[in-house]
């Protein structure tokens, strides 16, 4: 799985947009970029993954950019509930053989403020 | 549709003892993974099981191991407990894979002393 970089803390404000970033930068082409959140003392929540083209659910929108050598989470109008550590995850598909485990990175820790 | 489970909650053992954790599924899916989280070390992947068989295997100790029942239910044996498998045990399960999105259980949380 390729490598991700992410910061490790950040602080936003109750009702504003949250934008998390990763670097990806040694992602192969047919590998997905996955978010997932913890909030304390829980197990990780799945928020959204993506390949090239932007993404967007309930919880969150993904943009990747074009050179797919970074991402952005975007949480748009975050709360208190959303303060959790965010974990960006890159890896491939299934090719019906061994499926490696999610390999989860240090993550952000996203506090918002009120 | 009720969340995959893990039990027990909390358990406290000595070293040397062995221990068993348990999981169930989300209902219909067929692939459970493991992963233990420590301070230290972050969350690490154990293994996944698909099917009842073991798919692929993290970089851990022969002591730790897993098996999966046709019902999808699964469980992790640690034997001779060390002081530093003091953590918290998570299983998460999914459809076909762990490619697919992931479903986590609150976890296991085991104090060894």
């Known amino acids: 799985d390729a490598k991700t970089t992410q910061p490790p803390s950040m602080d936003c404000a109750e009702g504003r947009a949250a934008n998390l970033p990763c670097n990806h930068s040694?992602?192969?082409?047919?590998?997905?970029v996955y978010w997932y959140r913890q909030i304390h003392s829980q197990g990780p929540q799945y928020i959204i993954h993506?390949?090239?083209n932007n993404e967007t659910n309930e919880m969150a929108s993904l943009i990747i950019t074009e050179d797919r050598k970074s991402s952005t989470l975007i949480l748009p109008h975050a709360t208190l509930r959303d303060t959790a550590v965010y974990y960006c995850?890159?890896?491939?598909?299934?090719?019906?053989?061994?499926?490696?485990?999610?390999?989860f990175g240090k993550g952000t820790h996203l506090i918002i403020q009120p | 549709k009720a969340g995959v489970t893990q039990t027990p909650r909390y358990l406290i053992k000595t070293r040397g003892q062995q221990v068993t954790l348990s999981c169930s599924p989300i209902?219909?899916?067929?692939?459970v993974s493991w992963y233990q989280q420590t301070p230290g070390q972050g969350l690490q992947f154990l293994f996944e099981?698909?099917?009842?068989?073991?798919?692929n295997k993290g970089n851990f100790p022969g002591r730790f191991s897993g098996r999966q029942f046709s019902n999808s239910r699964s469980e992790m044996n640690v034997s001779t407990l060390e002081l530093g498998d003091s953590a918290l045990y998570l299983c998460?399960?999914?459809?076909?894979?762990?490619?697919?999105?992931?479903?986590f259980g609150p976890g296991t949380r085991l104090t060894v002393l």
């Open positions: 998460a399960s999914s459809l076909r894979g762990s490619y697919n999105e992931q479903f």
């Open positions: 040694t992602i192969s082409g047919n590998e997905y």
């Open positions: 993506g390949l090239k």
């Open positions: 995850i890159v890896r491939g598909p299934n090719s019906g053989g061994g499926a490696d485990g999610l390999t």
């Open positions: 209902s219909g899916h067929r692939s």
């Open positions: 099981y698909f099917s009842e068989t073991q798919r």
